[in-house]
């Protein structure tokens, strides 16, 4: 194993996909620029509702939680991220987030990379995990296991399955299915290896729930509950390194005081009642949290929301993280937008690029499709 991994087998990455394009506008508000009320009369956040971090941006109400990690320099906002030539289709971006190649349609996941340099010897059927159905491009990769969980509570094999004798029958049957010498077509030699790390995953993921002990009570929605799992697979210590979560409705094209209002209200305490639980277990240290969106929103409003933009927003978030404003906020004038959206200021391979070489010590250019400069993300 690469010695600069070896040195960082304990450093987790958290990521939080905000899935159908999360509006930065109105998630660090310019309030200081007059611009951002002439652009968004109907869904514009008032000034003195925003939370001010500075003379110029602030956070949306809802985010508290946010702010008081960002009084304990605990977050990065890096502002005005995306990526050239910016594409309004959601599966599209999203997929070039996921595989860090805009020009072109990528066979492999970043993340799917990071988990085969953690463990290239394929040791740790766990060293991934997503929470939540199918599994995010950015999580696949060529001999990458990677488990997929619903809900750890009942996570595991057949767990419809009422009838213990029957349940047991069934699993007996998929160890035999999976584990005979199937031969050697590689499509299902692939199979068999995947059910066999299906069982293995999922006989290993559902002691965590039972060793997990906290008093943060963490709120009854699906975000929560992710972050709540993602806390129990990581103090279990089953070795876990890349944990993944999604965030969906954010594509708010109507409607969107209400429902911005609403989702910030459910991702803001659910992130802040992780890191308080990743803190009191002595995981702080150790753990970071990256929020994420495909795409920002139009400048101007459509009346009741926003359409698909550009130039998002993107956040950083842990105890090794140093708290700041990375990238320049985006201009809203006129000849500054492009095409009526913000126009990115940095890269997002940018921020992959920092994560990747200075938090799991590695080789971010083949992952990364590049050498990109870098963020100072971190402390020391």
Wanted: hydrophobic share 35%; aromatic share 10%.
């Amino acid at each position: 194993m690469n010695p600069k991994i070896k040195d960082n087998r304990n450093k987790k990455l958290v990521v939080i996909q905000l899935g159908g394009g999360n509006d930065a506008l109105n998630t660090v508000i310019p309030y200081s620029d007059g611009l951002y009320y002439d652009y968004r009369p109907s869904v514009g956040i008032p000034e003195e509702d925003v939370i001010k971090i500075n003379d110029e941006v602030g956070f949306r109400p809802g985010l508290e939680p946010i702010k008081n990690l960002w009084d304990q320099g605990k977050v990065a906002i890096i502002q005005g991220i995306g990526y050239p030539n910016p594409n309004r289709s959601h599966f599209r971006s999203m997929d070039i987030w996921h595989t860090a190649l805009p020009d072109e349609i990528g066979q492999e996941g970043w993340l799917g990379q990071v988990i085969r340099e953690l463990d290239p010897d394929s040791e740790n059927v766990l060293k991934g995990v997503n929470f939540g159905r199918g599994l995010p491009r950015a999580l696949s990769a060529k001999d990458v296991s990677v488990a997929s969980v619903g809900n750890l509570d009942t996570y595991g094999l057949f767990p419809d399955m009422k009838d213990e004798a029957l349940r047991k029958y069934a699993v007996d049957t998929f160890a035999q299915m999976y584990g005979a010498d199937l031969g050697v077509d590689s499509v299902i030699d692939f199979l068999g290896q995947t059910g066999l790390d299906a069982m293995k995953g999922a006989d290993i993921l559902k002691t965590a729930p039972e060793k997990y002990r906290s008093n943060v009570e963490y709120a009854s929605n699906q975000i929560a509950s992710d972050l709540r799992s993602a806390a129990q697979v990581m103090f279990a210590e089953l070795g876990t390194q890349v944990y993944y979560a999604s965030h969906g409705g954010y594509d708010s094209h109507s409607g969107e005081l209400a429902t911005h209002a609403s989702l910030w209200g459910e991702l803001a305490p659910a992130i802040g009642d992780f890191v308080d639980d990743v803190e009191q277990h002595g995981y702080g240290d150790d753990s970071i949290v990256l929020v994420f969106t495909e795409f920002g929103r139009r400048i101007k409003d459509n009346g009741s929301g926003t359409d698909h933009g550009s130039g998002g927003v993107a956040f950083l978030i842990g105890n090794s993280v140093k708290g700041g404003l990375y990238g320049d906020y985006p201009s809203l004038s006129p000849e500054a937008q492009l095409e009526g959206d913000l126009h990115f200021n940095n890269d997002f391979r940018i921020t992959y690029t920092s994560i990747l070489e200075d938090w799991f010590r590695m080789n971010a250019a083949p992952i990364v499709n590049g050498t990109f400069e870098k963020f100072d993300l971190f402390r020391n």
